[in-house]
Each structure stands twice: as structure tokens, then as C-alpha cells.
């Protein structure tokens, strides 16, 4: 009878019922339901809260000169908003359209964004999370270009046909007033001019508007009379206009590479004609044609020469040249080389009214993937320290890691080694993008992130309070000798570019101890030191893995095949191994296949190492018989015990790298007991083979090129039948799920290898029988998909059957989001490989009444097994005894791949991996001993009777529960029947414990534990995306991340607190700044009327004077408000102080004006009180006559 206890019943009720329920086993005693849980559901909640990175495919920007805020658009349809260091934000229009142009209400709080369907949308950016206020979508004509004067409401939209459309940006309505492109060219023209490429008024005088076509012609338009005053005729095409602050002059850049630059008053000729990179012809000619100039701006200065910068207009003789940003002041040019190809560039300037000297200091330039700002007020224009996250693509990203609430030293300590990497001749000013205001909330813990990338690079990033910035960056490649030039080229193969990319990491935070895996097969640890040292000779060790198979060709669970457990304290080592501390002289010769030779060289000269991680121990899987080593595809690391494992599909490996030793050996079947009832020992695909031959030799060239691969590499295998075709793709998703598979899907091609011609396949198939080449195969393709960390795959698949697709990722975006589940697949052939580790202290065996070291094991067919870990004492005797280990046999089996895996005592307590206290290496002894902590004693002995511990095991399928050391199943949930789970991890959540799950379909869950409750079920990314399915990761507090887009992480929260607390926590763009002065008329200006000149345009371009427009034109969709609303909203507690704080300021600023006005009365009616009493005085007795 099921048990269910008052809490199971009222937050369970529906999950109870249906097949996905958590179900206890029957005769559980009662004393496991003694455990409290207080995760309830009103604990959960998923919302996005930020988003870091560069901005993927920007196409346009925008930069508030008063508030200090950038903005870029994307061509996805996504806003980016930048202030200060730390403020960041992110919006996206629903359409997904284009982004073609930005346009701040300067010092207003909002943003007019051009869409490249033809529609304009209002931002109000005085809340937190902006919002849109008004949308415009036109319905006849295709936007092209777009201008706002300064202070005013009323928006310039250019259009294809060479219109032009006013709209007002307070109701979003469009005015009647329509400049048509027939009569502002000449009547004699016979050909249409082009789409409107420029709209500007002139800076002197608002009723002057100049329209730039895209043919050449460009025409200044009075506003009032309605008529062209000027045209501006030229034969090359218009790409941008700059004027002169005087309203005098204008330039053009040009299609051939010219500027030309014209005076108002003028319109006959050009007053001068430039082409700034092109070659002067000596006898006079016309220089020639050069590349398009972009676009062009013209800033002027008070105390010297006006600046004009512009982009391209190379000559087309430099070929391969990057792209430039060319500077000119004075008789002066400076040509700046980008590393990317420009997007736009802007100038910043001191004043925002574009009638006055504009004393520019700065140009931002919008690059492909990067964003530069270039100081124009230091000699050799230097490069502003760009303070945001915007490298987290230097590299492509291979691998990433979460980890919150971590210790309050660590991010200092890493900080102090990071900082001295920081490049040098950066500008000494401040970074002149300074506007907002930082968030304001109370939750704030030490979050890290990690990010692997494809040049073998480790990046470590502080993630706390909702911010993002680099902390440290490791160069791992450091280590191995590098191929000097293009004809040298690593002695395997085994990738073509990126043999140091990195696969997966395991990192104890307490301890600070690394451990990297890369794609060459090859594993590093390292330890943290604050000092610098220089390593003689890298200590190197270097495992020959392999797997052997039976002479029967029928699962035998009794046969002689299952090896002796070692008994504990004896090391033991099946498979044969090399443990050199020199790189070994393997067979390599012509004749014979490559044996014992590593995958990369380890450099033989000294190594100077930094302060940070430093190399402890370099572990390299060998050649076996010409095969090359299997992909790694699952790692950890325990400090507390000194040990190291690591797995691929031929088995585990431990090694300890306190005696730099190899410890255990084994292939995965050898783990299983001989009296395991889920063992299953391979089929043989042959006849009988030599003992210590490898499983599945080939010694054609397919096993190098299928095997060992870059992380971002397609894999291959013959198809022998085309019912699987629905299923291949998403076969392929979990087999690269997890932590190795969080390569960027736009990155794989560049890594990935060349795929066996499909001549040699059928060769093969002819010489050999069917069956042996079918079993291969699926042994290769097996070994080339497991490349990743924690290897979430599932095997259950018949992978033989997978058809050939080396560019599978083209598919990223729509692979299908269910997969049948066959009971029968679990038989087919295929390799079971090493998926997880879990690092514990509990009940080995059954019979076992102490807990003691243990690791747990598990495989990608849902194997759970534990192995016994004997530890020498500590001290002396831990460098020199040998550490025992013994295979207990399976635990428990669960449907799909072991995901993770954690330990729980009686109370529900996460029970983590015991840890050392980092210290310093390098320190002096006294120092060691000081900060060195040795690994806690065993907890005392229990009952044998009571269970005192829980297993929490989870695969892609099923979660299940199981009491220790009895090994009963307490409970068991079925997490998906239609899908699968790609990432799942035991987190800390509200004081208690929790699985997390994302699921292929899109799903977001949790469970409690550890009854397995259903607590949270949320369609999160209902088109999900092969880079979110490989990066996905959760933390404990509440918190995630994955890679949205190359260049992008995006963070979520599952934590109904976070959630509730989020307003607070977000940064304020909008901050309070009274606008600066308009500049001076002068008095002889205003005497004679000169200076700039003011347009009502209210009464030009209001309903009054120019009528309705066409209401098939634009369709208006309003908002939650208009301007006036927007201004008065609240846009939270800091800004609401803000303005209060000025108001007040002013009114004291007024009453202090006003009391000195006050006293100033006072004292002159005194001083005229006084005069007229000496008056009266004087004249008091005088007579009339006598005055």
C-alpha cells in the first residue's frame, strides 16, 4: 500500500495520479518520511533577469550626449543599453525585425527604434525593464531613414520612394504634411533620385531641411514655403552628410571614395573635392575611384582645426586590409585599423545643440563583434579600457560553468591575480559612457562563471549582483609545444585547428584545485598560488586505455570474463597502462601502427608560471595499436582525497596526483559484480583476439578522423536503414548535451574534421563481413560523440543506424522536441560509456555499518556503481602508501543516461564532497600548516539497521531515491516519457534542496527532495535551440544560465524571492539631468538677426495647418501611455528620490536667490529712509523763500 503523508497530498495531488508521479516503495519505513521538506511551490518562479555579452549581429546605434547612455540595435530585433560600468540592459521586439536606426529623445527617457519591416517603435526608458509606448507600422512605403531634431517632437521618417513623412512622437499619429520627391527635384529631371539616404536640419535655421537622395542629388528644402531653395547635383551616389555647425557648409561622402564639400549659398559646384585615401594623379587628372566612404561626420572645435571622421574609402588596391576608421584634423590623417568590419561609428561631442562648437572627445565604433571607443584628446588617439563583458567570444565558447554563493575570498584572490594580465597604453581618462544608475538590492553572495573556450583558454567571471566582469583568464595551451610553422603539425591528427579546446572543467572552489579536459584527450590539474614560478620540468603521466572483449557473442553474466575485485588497499589496474615522467617513445613508424604516443607533445623546456593556477599533473590518454584515444567525456576532481577520474567509452581511470600515480584502470563492463543482475558484458564482434588487443581496432584512416575530434566536430556512421531519419537529430542533441557539448553551434564547422571519404566505407563493407563492420561502426560512433564533461548521452539508441550527416548542426534550430522510447533499443550494440562521477562518504556495500571514501559511477545506459576508496592516513603517509580501491558492483539502474548524482543523510541535508582549505603551494612551510586543513574523519558508526543516508540519482528519464546501506528505492519519479532532460543538478534553494531539470522540449522543472515532489513545470524555451540545449547550467540559490547566441550569456531565476526582488536589484538608466544651456546668441546676433534661427513646427506640421494623413499610410498601435504619462511615471525609489532631491534643490536655490533680492530691498529702503530724514532735517526751519 503507498504511503502518503498530508504534505504529499496537498502539493502532489495531480502529480500522484498520473504517470509521472513520485511513487515511495512499498514497505518503506516510516522513519523516511520523517524528513522535512519546506520547498513548496510558491517557492518557484522563472523569469529572465540579465543578459551579458556583446551584442550578436549589432546593425545600428544610438548615444544619448546628456543622459550618457548607448544603445544598440541588432538584426534580430534586440535593444542592448549601456551606461556605466555594471549598467546594462536588454529588450527585443516581438517582430524579430532588423534593427536600421536609433534615435534618442535626448535627456527625455525614451528611444525611437526604426524596424526593417517598416516600423517605428517608442521606448520608454524610465522603468527598469523598458516597455513601448507607441508603434507605427507603415503600410505603403519601406523606411529608409530617419532624423529627430534636438528638443523637438515632431520625427522625420525618409522612405524608398524618395518621401518624405512627419510623425509626432508624443501620440505616435503621422502629419499631413508630405514632402514628395517630384517636387524636391528639379521638374527637369527625367529620372527618379533614389530612396532618401539623409534627412538634417540646417543647424542656423530649423525651417531649412536638407534631403540627401541616394543617386546624388541633394536638395534643401524650406519648410514653410513649401519649395527647394537649393539643389545639389552630383554624379556619384550619396552614402552620409555631415554640416558645419554654422549652417554655411555641408560634406557628402561618396560611392567613389570622395568627399565633396559644399557651400550653401553655392549649389553650381563642389567648393572642394577630396578623396582622402586615394592616389593624386601628377598631371591633374581625377584620382582614382576608391572604396564607398560610409558614412562621414564634421565636428568642429573653438581652439583649433575641426576634426572629420569616416569609415571605408580604401583604395581597392589593399586587399585583405582590415577594416579602418580614418581621423582627419587638420593637415593631420590617422588611419586606425578595427579587427572587425565597421557597423557604424559615432562621435561624442561636449554640447548637444548643433549650433554650437562641438568640441568632440571621443568616437564610438560599432564593430562586427566588438565595441572601441578612441580618446580624440591624447596624441596617437589611444583606446578607452572597455569596462563591460563584451570578450566572452574572443574565443569561441566550448564549455561553461555556474557557481553561486561561493566563497568570499575567492573572488578577491582571483581578482588579484587577473589584475596583472590587464593590457597597458589604455586612455587615462574615464570611460566617457557613464550615465545610470546601479541597482539597489539587498541580495548579493559570490557568484563565479566559467566559460572553456576553443583556444584552450579558462576565463573566470565575477557574476554577483546581477554584473558581469572578468576576473582571470588561463591559457591552458601554454603547457604543450606549439606547431611553429604550417608544415609542422601535431604527430596525431586528431584536429585540425583547435587541439587545445576545452571539453569540460571540474573546479573545487573551496580548494581552488582545476581540472581540465581537452578534445587531444589530454587532462590538467592545477593548483592556485599567489607567486610566480618557474616549472623545470611539467610532471607528465601518461594511460593507455582499452577494452577487451569475450570470445562468445552472447552476454554471459557468470562467465570468466568479470575481473577479481582488488581488495581495498591493493591498487588495481586491469587495463594495461604507462606511467612515465618523460614523454614516452612510442611506435610510430611506417610500418606499423602508432602505440603509446600521446596526442600532443608537453613542451620540454622550463615553464614560467604566473601567479594563479599553476600545472600540478599533465595526464595523457595514448595511441593504442593505431587507434587513436577515446574523447574524455566525463571528469572530477576531490582534494580531500588527492584523486582524479576520469571516463570515456572504454572504462574510468583514477589517478592520484598527490604521487602523480595511475590507480585504477578498468573498463566500464568490468565494473559491473559478478552476480549483477544488469551486467552486460559486450559482444564479441569477432572471433577471438589476443588479450590486451583494443575492442574495435580499424587501422584504416576512419578511426582517426572519426574518434578524435575537436568539441565542435560532426560525426559520421553508415546508414543501414532510413526508419531512423526522425530520430537522428535528436539522437544527436543528447549525445552532445551537457557540459562538453556547450560548443557554439555557428563555431563547430570551423572545428570540426574532415569526414572519411565514403569509398573507404564501402571498401571496408566488401571486404569484411556485415556484422563486424556494423559493430565497428557503432563502437567509432560511439567514441566520437562522447566528447563532453559529464557526456550526458544516452546509448539506448541504435547509433548504427544513425544516417551520415557531418553538418548536422545546420539543424540547430529545429530539431524535433520528442523521441520514442523502445524498451528494445537498450539491447542493441553499443558501447556504454562513463557519464558522471560523484565524489562521497558513505556505505560502500550493503553489509558496511561505517561510511567511508567512495565514488560514484555513472554510465550512459543508467548504471549506478560505487567504488570503495581506501585512503592512507594523512601527512607522510598519504604521500607514500598507495590508495585502495575496489568495484562494489551496481547500485541501482535508472531509464536513460546518470545525469548527476548527490547524497543526502537523514534530515535531508545535502551531504557535498568533503574538500581541503585551499593554501598556498609556493608559501613557506609554517604558512602550509597555518591555512592547510586535512580531510575530516569519517563520521561515527551507525546502526545497521537504519538507513542513515540517500542516493539522488538522476538520468535523462527517471529520478530515483535509494536508502543506504540497505540500496532500497525509497522513491522514483518519471521526469518525461515524450522528451528527455538535458541538464539536471542537485541545488541549494530557500534552505533546502532540489533537483533542477531542463528537458529537450523546453521544459523547465524541479522536484523536492527527497521525495521527489513535483515543485515547478515551466515551458520555457518552446523553440528550443541546439547552443541553449549544450549550455544550459544550474546553480544553487535559484539561479542559471546558457548561451543565448555566440556572443551572449543570458541568466535566468527560478527563486520566487529573486523574482520579487528583482526591481530593485536591475540597474536605472534614466537619471535626472538638467539640460545644458543653450549657446549664446551674442548681442550683435540678436541686434541684426543673425544666430539660429527657430521654426513653431506645431503650427507647420499640426493637424491645423497641414491636415490628416492617409490612414492606409501607417497603422498607429498605442501603448500603456503618451509622453506626458511617460514623464510622470515612477521609475522607482532611487529616481523617485532623485528628483526629489533636485526639486529641492532648486526651490532652496530660489529661496536663497530670494532672501538676498529681499535684503537687498531692505537695505535701499533704509538708506532712502535715511536720506529723506537728513532731508527733512535740513529744511525743517527755513522758510520758502530760503531754500
Not at 137 to 153: A, D, G
Not at 542 to 564: A, I, L, N, Y
Not at 611 to 616: D, I, L, R
Request: glycine content about 6%.
Amino acid at each position: 500500500m503507498k504511503k502518503f503523508n498530508i504534505r504529499k497530498v496537498l502539493d502532489g495531488l495531480t502529480a500522484a495520479s498520473s504517470s509521472s508521479s513520485a511513487t515511495a516503495q512499498p514497505g518503506t519505513p516510516r522513519e523516511n518520511d520523517v524528513v522535512q521538506e519546506t520547498l513548496q511551490s510558491e517557492h518557484f518562479q522563472l523569469c529572465k533577469t540579465v543578459r551579458h555579452g556583446f551584442p550578436y549581429q549589432p546593425s545600428s546605434m544610438a548615444f544619448d550626449p546628456v543622459q550618457k547612455i548607448l544603445a544598440i540595435g541588432t538584426q534580430t530585433g534586440a535593444l542592448r543599453l549601456f551606461g556605466r560600468a555594471g549598467v546594462e540592459c536588454y529588450c527585443q521586439h516581438e517582430s524579430n525585425a532588423a534593427v536600421i536606426q536609433l534615435q534618442f529623445l535626448i535627456n527625455e527617457g525614451a528611444l525611437v527604434s526604426a524596424l526593417a519591416d517598416d516600423s517605428i517603435h517608442l521606448w520608454n526608458l524610465r522603468q527598469k525593464i523598458p516597455a513601448i509606448l507607441h508603434s507605427l507600422k507603415f503600410n505603403r512605403e519601406r523606411i529608409t531613414y530617419c532624423h529627430l531634431p534636438f528638443q523637438s517632437k515632431w520625427l522625420y521618417i525618409g522612405t524608398e520612394r524618395g518621401n518624405i513623412h512627419i510623425v509626432n512622437v508624443e501620440s505616435f499619429t503621422l502629419s499631413g504634411y508630405v514632402i514628395m520627391w517630384n517636387k524636391a527635384i528639379e521638374l527637369s529631371t527625367k529620372t527618379h533620385p533614389g530612396p532618401v539616404v539623409h534627412i538634417s536640419d540646417n543647424p542656423m535655421d530649423e525651417g531649412k531641411l536638407l534631403i540627401g537622395f541616394e543617386s546624388g542629388i541633394v536638395v534643401l528644402w524650406d519648410l514653410k514655403c513649401k519649395k527647394a531653395d537649393y539643389r545639389y547635383n552630383y554624379d556619384e551616389a550619396i552614402h552620409s552628410v555631415a554640416w558645419h555647425h554654422e549652417g554655411k557648409q555641408f560634406v557628402c561622402s561618396h560611392s567613389d571614395g570622395t568627399l565633396t564639400t559644399w557651400n550653401v549659398r553655392t549649389p553650381a559646384k563642389p567648393a572642394q573635392i577630396i578623396t582622402p585615401h586615394g592616389k593624386q594623379p601628377k598631371d591633374g587628372k581625377k584620382p582614382e575611384p576608391c572604396k564607398p566612404i560610409l558614412k562621414v561626420e564634421y565636428k568642429t572645435t573653438r581652439a583649433g582645426d575641426p576634426f572629420m571622421v569616416l569609415s571605408g574609402g580604401l583604395s581597392y588596391d589593399t586587399v585583405g586590409r582590415r577594416a579602418c576608421l580614418t581621423v582627419m584634423h587638420g593637415k593631420s590623417t590617422a588611419v586606425l585599423e578595427m579587427d572587425y568590419p565597421i557597423v557604424d561609428f559615432l562621435t561624442l561631442c561636449e554640447t548637444p545643440y548643433p549650433n554650437d562648437f562641438q568640441e568632440p572627445y571621443a568616437v564610438v565604433v560599432l564593430l562586427e563583434k566588438d565595441l572601441v571607443v578612441i580618446d580624440l584628446g591624447q596624441i596617437g588617439y589611444p583606446i578607452f579600457e572597455n569596462p563591460y563583458p563584451l570578450t566572452i567570444h574572443e574565443s569561441p565558447v566550448t564549455c561553461c560553468e555556474y557557481f553561486a554563493d561561493c566563497p568570499a575570498e575567492l573572488i578577491p584572490a582571483l581578482y588579484s591575480v587577473g589584475c596583472r594580465q590587464k593590457r597597458q597604453g589604455y586612455s587615462k581618462k574615464e570611460w566617457p559612457i557613464s550615465g545610470g544608475n546601479w541597482g539597489q538590492g539587498t541580495q548579493s553572495y559570490p557568484e563565479i562563471i566559467i566559460t572553456g573556450h576553443a583556444d584552450g583558454s579558462i576565463k573566470f567571471w565575477d557574476a554577483s549582483a546581477l554584473m558581469l566582469q572578468v576576473l582571470y583568464k588561463l591559457k591552458t595551451a601554454k603547457v604543450f609545444e606549439r606547431a611553429r610553422g604550417k608544415e609542422e603539425k601535431p604527430n596525431t591528427d586528431i584536429v585540425d585547428e583547435d587541439p587545445f579546446a576545452i571539453q569540460t572543467l571540474s573546479w573545487c572552489p573551496e580548494s581552488r584545485m582545476l581540472c581540465v579536459a581537452g578534445v587531444s584527450a589530454h587532462v590538467i590539474v592545477y593548483r592556485f598560488s599567489k607567486q610566480e614560478i618557474t616549472t623545470e620540468v611539467v610532471q607528465l603521466l601518461e594511460v593507455r586505455m582499452q577494452c577487451e572483449f569475450s570470445d562468445v557473442d552472447s552476454p554471459d553474466p557468470g562467465g570468466e570474463q568479470t575481473p577479481t575485485l582488488p581488495t581495498p588497499g591493493a591498487s588495481s589496474s586491469p587495463q594495461e597502462s604507462e606511467l612515465p615522467t618523460q614523454p614516452s617513445t612510442g611506435s610510430n613508424s611506417s610500418d606499423g601502427p602508432r602505440d603509446n604516443i600521446p596526442c600532443l607533445q608537453v613542451r620540454s623546456s622550463p615553464l614560467k608560471q604566473s601567479p594563479g593556477n599553476q600545472v600540478e599533473l599533465v595526464i595523457q590518454l595514448v595511441w593504442v595499436s593505431g587507434e587513436p584515444p577515446q574523447q574524455i567525456t566525463s571528469l572530477a576532481i576531490n582534494s580531500s582525497y588527492g584523486l582524479v577520474v576520469f571516463g570515456n567509452s572504454n572504462g574510468l581511470a583514477v589517478v592520484d596526483y598527490l604521487q602523480k600515480t595511475l590507480l585504477f584502470n578498468m573498463g566500464t563492463s568490468e565494473l559491473y559484480s559478478p552476480s549483477d543482475p544488469y551486467q552486460r558484458q559486450p559482444r564479441s564482434p569477432r572471433k577471438a583476439k589476443p588479450s590486451g588487443a583494443t575492442c574495435d581496432s580499424n587501422d584504416g584512416s576512419n578511426a582517426s578522423e572519426d574518434r578524435c575530434r575537436s568539441p565542435t566536430s560532426g560525426s559520421t556512421s553508415p546508414c543501414n536503414s532510413d526508419d531512423d531519419k526522425k530520430q537522428n537529430f535528436i539522437e544527436k542533441v543528447k549525445l552532445k548535451s551537457r557540459r562538453f557539448s556547450k560548443t557554439v553551434a555557428n563555431d563547430f564547422a570551423k572545428m570540426s574534421r574532415k569526414i572519411s571519404s565514403s569509398s573507404e566505407q564501402k571498401t571496408d563493407l566488401e571486404k569484411g563481413g556485415f556484422q563486424r563492420r556494423r559493430i565497428q561502426t557503432c563502437k567509432k560512433q560511439l567514441c566520437c560523440v562522447k566528447r563532453t564533461a559529464t557526456a550526458r548521452m544516452n546509448l539506448k539508441e541504435d547509433l548504427c543506424r544513425t544516417k551520415s550527416d557531418p553538418i548536422f548542426y545546420a539543424r540547430d534550430n529545429s530539431f524535433t522536441r520528442s523521441r520514442s522510447s523502445s524498451v528494445a533499443s537498450i539491447d542493441r550494440e553499443s558501447r556504454e560509456a562513463i557519464s558522471s562521477f560523484h565524489f562521497c562518504e558513505s556505505f560502500p556495500r550493503k553489509t558496511d555499518s561505517l561510511v567511508s571514501p567512495c565514488l560514484l559511477v555513472g554510465t550512459t545506459h543508467g548504471s549506478v556503481m560505487m567504488v570503495a576508496l581506501n585512503l592512507p592516513p594523512s601527512g607522510d603517509q598519504r604521500l607514500q602508501q598507495p590508495v585502495g580501491i575496489a568495484s562494489c558492483g551496481t547500485l541501482v539502474k535508472l531509464k536513460g543516461g546518470i545525469l548527476t548524482m548527490a547524497l543526502l543523510d537523514a534530515t535531508g541535508t545535502l551531504l557535498p564532497p568533503f574538500f581541503e582549505q585551499w593554501y598556498d603551494p609556493n608559501a613557506s612551510d609554517e604558512e602550509k600548516e597555518k591555512s592547510r586543513k586535512r580531510r575530516p574523519a569519517s563520521p561515527p558508526s551507525s546502526q545497521e539497521s537504519q538507513d542513515t543516508h540517500f542516493a539522488i540519482l538522476c538520468s535523462e528519464k527517471q529520478a530515483k531515491v535509494v536508502a543506504l546501506p540497505s540500496q532500497t528505492r525509497i522513491y522514483k519519479h518519471s521526469i518525461t516519457e515524450t522528451s528527455f532532460v538535458l541538464r539536471a543538478d542537485v541545488v541549494q534553494m530557500a534552505g533546502a534542496n532540489c533537483i533542477a531539470c531542463f528537458c529537450a522540449n523546453g521544459h523547465i522543472m524541479t522536484l523536492s527532495l527527497p521525495s521527489l515532489r513535483p515543485l515547478l513545470d515551466v515551458n520555457y524555451l518552446p523553440l528550443t535551440d541546439m547552443r541553449i540545449a549544450r549550455t544550459f547550467c544550474f546553480s544553487n540559490l535559484g539561479q542559471a544560465l546558457y548561451l543565448t547566441s555566440p556572443t551572449e550569456i543570458q541568466r535566468i531565476t527560478y527563486s520566487q524571492e529573486t523574482c520579487d526582488n528583482l526591481q530593485e536589484m536591475l540597474s536605472e538608466l534614466f537619471t535626472p539631468v538638467e539640460t545644458p544651456e543653450a549657446p549664446n546668441r551674442g548681442f550683435f546676433k540678436g541686434l541684426f538677426g543673425g544666430g539660429a534661427q527657430s521654426l513653431d513646427r506645431e503650427d507647420l506640421f499640426g493637424e491645423t495647418a497641414a491636415g490628416k494623413a492617409s490612414r492606409s499610410l501607417a497603422q498607429h498601435i498605442p501603448g500603456p501611455g503618451n509622453m506626458e504619462g511617460m514623464k510622470g511615471a515612477a521609475s522607482g525609489v532611487v529616481g523617485e528620490l532623485a528628483r526629489a532631491r533636485i526639486a529641492l534643490d532648486e526651490r532652496g536655490q530660489k529661496l536663497g536667490e530670494l532672501e538676498e533680492r529681499t535684503a537687498a530691498m531692505m537695505a535701499s529702503a533704509e538708506s532712502f529712509s535715511k536720506h529723506a530724514h537728513d532731508m527733512m532735517l535740513k529744511y525743517k526751519d527755513k522758510k520758502w523763500y530760503q531754500l
